[in-house]
């Protein structure tokens, strides 16, 4: 058993990582200075990867990190949101004529990618919110409804909630990018005060209840057909990840909202952990819904998911939970941190430990931020 003390010092350990080496190395080297936005990936050496194609959505997540950092006091961020969030803007949003978000452009701010997605445009909606925080520019409120009416014209599934993208029926549904949709709601509710955007994590939050969850295993399926009908427990494919970071959502949708939703975050928690965790204590990728594991590998992000699920069940007065998260904070240094250049991290390692890629994605620097700052928040000395 440790103590408070050795347990503080290792969230302030992630807590130097972040604000000593990983925000100074990716609004440096990561960032585009020309355009104002950032690069999509490194290599292993730190170098920018300029053949990449670069994503609406990491662009957007790149935004909500320097503004959570700026909200922090870390860093004073506005000088690097502001000139993102207008090369997002320029670049991405519709720059064809259509309405939404592009996917991805090239190096020069070319389209690579026009079709719209509902994981992108989520993202987009999340950067407004964060930016809006930083800058107060009344633009930005305004164009996440103009972006929430794009995505119900050229998104919207019969059954209720969006397509993948304008390009797939709707005989495929998948959890996922509603559960960004979630976060993007409860964050431009919290950041703007506007009762619109609470009215849809509402309903977002109806789907995960109603739909997403599954009765009796707890199990959240990531797969649906056109009606929102789950596959088989034996067929279902759940992730150990997604469960830790739809309990934490589900936390800060009852700060904000004042709704009642702590049975379904305690379930999933309580069915993703230990349940989702190897014999080292990783989180595996993938589980059948009947227990069996699908994909050993063990991915970066969802350690950090686990880290805000903790931190949210301790808040919630379940005990034990800072332990947890301070053992999955030295395992997330140890194993995924410490390497391959300062400010970086290991992406994912297969069931023998062994990194599986060759590159460092800026995408997940957005996990990497948010279980810092919570855990920070949470259990910070």
């Keep these: 058993m440790t103590t408070m003390q050795e347990d503080q010092d290792t969230f302030a350990r992630g807590r130097a990582w972040l604000c000593e080496r ?63 969030v207008e090369h997002l803007i320029k670049t991405y949003h519709a720059r064809d004529g259509r309405p939404g978000w592009l996917f991805s452009v090239d190096a020069a701010g070319m389209p690579v990618d026009s079709r719209r997605d509902t994981y992108t445009h989520a993202f987009a909606l999340f950067a407004l919110g964060w930016a809006h925080a930083v800058l107060d520019d009344p633009r930005l409120a305004a164009l996440a409804d103009e972006t929430l009416a794009a ?25 996922n990018p509603h559960m960004h949709m979630f976060e993007a709601m409860i964050v431009l509710a919290r950041l703007t005060g506007e009762d619109r955007f609470l009215q849809r994590a509402r309903a977002l939050c109806g789907m995960f209840t109603e739909r997403f969850l599954q009765p ?30 739809w309990s934490w959502l589900l936390h800060r ?6 709704d009642d939703v702590g049975r379904p975050a305690a379930a999933l928690y309580d069915t993703a ?9 990783l989180v595996i990728d993938e589980l059948s819904g009947d227990g069996r594991v699908l994909k050993p590998s063990r991915r970066c992000w969802p350690h950090t998911e686990e880290i805000k699920a903790h931190a949210a069940q301790h808040e919630a007065g379940r005990s034990g939970c800072r332990e947890r998260a301070a053992a999955t ?8 941190l410490s390497g391959p250049f300062p400010g970086g991290w290991i992406e994912h390692l297969d069931a023998a430990g062994k990194p599986m890629r060759d590159d460092v994605p800026a995408s997940s620097l957005y996990h990497l931020a948010f279980a810092v700052a919570e855990a920070d928040r949470v259990f910070g000395a």
């Design 216 to 245: 009796g295993a707890n199990v959240l399926s990531e797969n649906f057909d056109s009606q929102w009908q789950a596959p088989a427990l034996r067929d279902m494919v759940w992730e150990p990840g997604h469960h830790f970071e």
């Design 22 to 84: 990983a925000l100074p190395f990716w609004s440096t080297t990561g960032r585009d200075a020309a355009s104002g936005g950032f690069h999509e990936r490194m290599d292993l050496s730190g170098a920018p990867d300029h053949a990449a194609p670069r994503r609406a959505m990491v662009q957007a997540r790149q935004i909500a990190v320097f503004s959570l950092a700026h909200e922090r006091g870390w860093i004073d961020a506005r000088d690097i949101v502001g000139p993102a």
């Design 329 to 336: 904070m030295e395992r997330l240094l140890s194993r995924y």
């Design 273 to 281: 952990y230990p349940q989702g965790l190897d014999a080292e204590g």
């Design 253 to 258: 949708f009852a700060e904000v909202s004042g």
């Design 151 to 175: 995505m119900d014209a050229l998104l919207a599934a019969p059954a209720g909630g969006y397509r993948d993208d304008e390009h797939t029926g709707d005989e495929a549904l998948h959890q």
